[in-house]
């Protein structure tokens, strides 16, 4: 069986995986980082058109719909494991995640581990951890 996600959709999920995921993925020995203007930019182009507060995964998805790259840094296995995306790669991964755990962002019935398995599909193309 294929999913095909829009744009939209796929955004949508990857951000709550992001809300849901990044701590949980640091227990792997892995950090996020991003370039510190280009989160800038990013947030100051979100508060300036926005009323409500914005959060660090905000910023995040805007920096990856400005073209900017996000990056699993791999602070334990000499780097072995550190993956950089892009809204392209968001677009094209989130819906190869495993189908259980894709229905279950899907029905809103979801939780850490799948926002754990959502990042590793899209950073990863598998789930390495875990």
């Known amino acids: 069986m ?17 809300c849901n995921g990044l701590d949980y993925i ?14 800038k930019a990013a947030a100051g182009k979100l508060k300036a058109s926005s009323t409500s507060a914005v959060c660090f995964e905000d910023v995040l998805m805007q920096m990856l719909k400005d073209g900017n790259i996000i990056t699993l840094i791999d602070e334990e296995c000499d780097g072995e494991y550190t993956k950089s995306i892009t809204m392209e790669d968001v677009h094209n991964r989130v819906q190869k995640t495993q189908l259980n755990h894709l229905m279950n962002m899907i029905n809103e019935n979801d939780d850490a581990e799948t926002a754990d398995v959502i990042l590793q599909t899209v950073f990863f193309e598998d789930i390495i951890f875990g």
């Open 2 to 18: 294929t999913i095909k996600l829009t744009t939209q959709e796929s955004e949508k999920y990857f951000h709550n995986a992001l």
């Open 26 to 39: 640091s227990s792997y020995g892995l950090s996020l980082d991003c370039s510190d203007s280009e989160y």
